[in-house]
């Protein structure tokens, strides 16, 4: 069972930048492909971006694509979701998942993550 730990979030202006971090532990994050979802308040969790377990195949909700960009260092055990021009309507908790069932697969549905952060929270003001 992998542990995920978000981090880096924060309080940036519109056109901003920010690069999240998740830290796994417990088993090697080679194990595993990778998403980083987002819920703000009074709506539900949403997929932001997705990489399979080495990091060749990425996939992207079209309201990102183009300003944000994930990545992985397995030798770190950590993955990035870098994001820029930032939007106010990005503005929420940010959770990174992990899919082990799937690894091949940059998938972005929640029934294929089995473990889940406890997210950082982004807020864009405008």
């Known amino acids: 069972q992998v542990q995920l730990v978000e981090s880096g979030g924060g309080l940036v202006q519109t056109g901003g930048s920010l690069r999240l971090s998740c830290a796994a532990s417990?088993?090697?994050?080679?194990?595993?492909?990778m998403g980083w979802f987002r819920q703000a308040p009074g709506k539900e969790r949403e997929f932001v971006a997705a990489t399979n377990w080495i990091g060749d195949s990425t996939y992207y909700a079209d309201s990102v694509k183009g300003r944000f960009t994930i990545s992985r260092d397995n030798a770190k055990n950590t993955v990035y979701l870098q994001m820029n021009s930032l939007k106010p309507e990005d503005t929420a908790v940010y959770y990174c998942?992990?899919?082990?069932?799937?690894?091949?697969?940059?998938?972005?549905?929640?029934?294929?993550?089995?473990?889940w952060g406890q997210g950082t929270q982004v807020t864009v003001s405008s």
């Open positions: 998942a992990a899919n082990g069932r799937r690894r091949l697969l940059a998938a972005a549905g929640r029934e294929y993550y089995d473990y």
């Open positions: 417990g088993r090697a994050l080679s194990s595993y492909a």
